[in-house]
């Protein structure tokens, strides 16, 4: 019978963060196998930037480049490399026992010595009405990917909750917003006491209280969103060249099944300043452990980290 192989690094998961994992892994022969995933959480391969247009802040684009252009060349470069990459949805893991067993969605099941967790965490949505028209033509989870860009420049925006991270978006879009509105469903804010103090001195913010947005509206870009008042029911156009919400990450740890050690939100912990998880030889890279930052850059450093992390302990 034939003895059953063992890989040494299985990397789950196909954003920035996977991508360098499996090009510095592959570059230290380690021969890691990669799976990319189908359609997991509802989106493809190469993770959320897929759902971007323009990224104009990695570095080595001068004059921007398509998100899907970008993961598309992150992937070649991972195979060139050495990378094998499947396909696959992985639905769960065995961390009990070594080498640890990663299964697919079609239940083939693979053993590895190292595992590098990459999954991501999915942008909660609203699911007002046209929200898929206007995705990444007016409306955004990420202020400070898409703040920035031309069509926001001295307009009206809108971002929605009532949390730190609405807040922070909503100040970071004073940038280069005319006016920012911060709709929240409630008649009080959930923010700390420090970023409500930010949000009361800044004039360019105006709070709606006890609203929420129900329809997108415009040509081909957004031009309107219609906001409906809770207690009255009324609803009120208003113009608006943005979108943006503010209401939280999904981390997609479910396949993991409480295994390894996650923080209240569901994001993976990892030891400060490396990728190391509370299972020795598994390691977290990406938004997956990051509910801070969750930048394309960001990820795709962490990636690194984790792949030498894994040599380091494949090696001791």
């Not at 104009?56 to 398509?66: C, L, T």
């Not at 639905?91 to 693979?110: C, I, M, N, Q």
């Not at 709606?208 to 997108?216: K, L, Y």
């Not at 997956?288 to 450093?301: L, M, S, T, W």
Request: proline fraction near 3%; charged fraction near 25%; glycine fraction near 10%.
């Amino acid at each position: 019978m034939a003895e059953e192989k063992v890989e040494n690094v299985v990397i789950v998961g196909s954003g920035p963060a996977g991508h360098t994992a499996a090009i510095y892994a592959a570059r230290a022969l380690l021969e890691p196998l990669m799976f990319e995933g189908f359609m997991a959480g509802g989106i493809a391969a190469g993770g959320q930037l897929t759902t971007t247009t323009e990224i104009e802040n990695f570095p080595g684009f001068p004059d921007g480049i398509g998100g899907i252009d970008l993961m598309s060349r992150m992937r070649d470069q991972a195979e060139r490399c050495g990378a094998r990459i499947m396909t696959e949805t992985i639905a769960s893991v065995d961390l009990s026992s070594r080498p640890f067993a990663v299964t697919t969605k079609g239940g083939e099941t693979f053993r590895t010595k190292t595992l590098i967790v990459a999954t991501g965490a999915i942008a909660r949505r609203l699911g007002v009405e046209n929200e898929e028209k206007f995705w990444q033509r007016g409306i955004s989870a990420c202020a400070v990917c898409d703040g920035a860009l031309p069509i926001f420049r001295n307009k009206r925006l809108v971002v929605v909750g009532g949390g730190d991270s609405a807040i922070e978006e909503a100040v970071h879009l004073t940038n280069f917003a005319s006016e920012v509105l911060l709709v929240h469903r409630r008649d009080s804010f959930r923010a700390s006491g420090a970023m409500q103090n930010r949000l009361k001195q800044n004039p360019k913010i105006k709070p709606v209280m006890n609203s929420t947005v129900v329809r997108a509206e415009g040509d081909k870009l957004l031009e309107r969103v219609v906001l409906k008042d809770v207690l009255t029911d009324a609803e009120t156009a208003v113009e608006a060249a943005g979108l943006f919400y503010g209401i939280g990450h999904k981390p997609n740890t479910d396949f993991l099944a409480g295994q390894l050690e996650l923080n209240e939100a569901g994001y993976v912990i990892t030891k400060p300043g490396t990728s190391v998880t509370s299972v020795a030889g598994v390691f977290a890279a990406g938004d997956v452990q990051d509910p801070k930052y969750r930048q394309a850059i960001v990820a795709a450093g962490s990636g690194a980290k984790a792949a030498l992390d894994a040599e380091r302990f494949l090696r001791e």
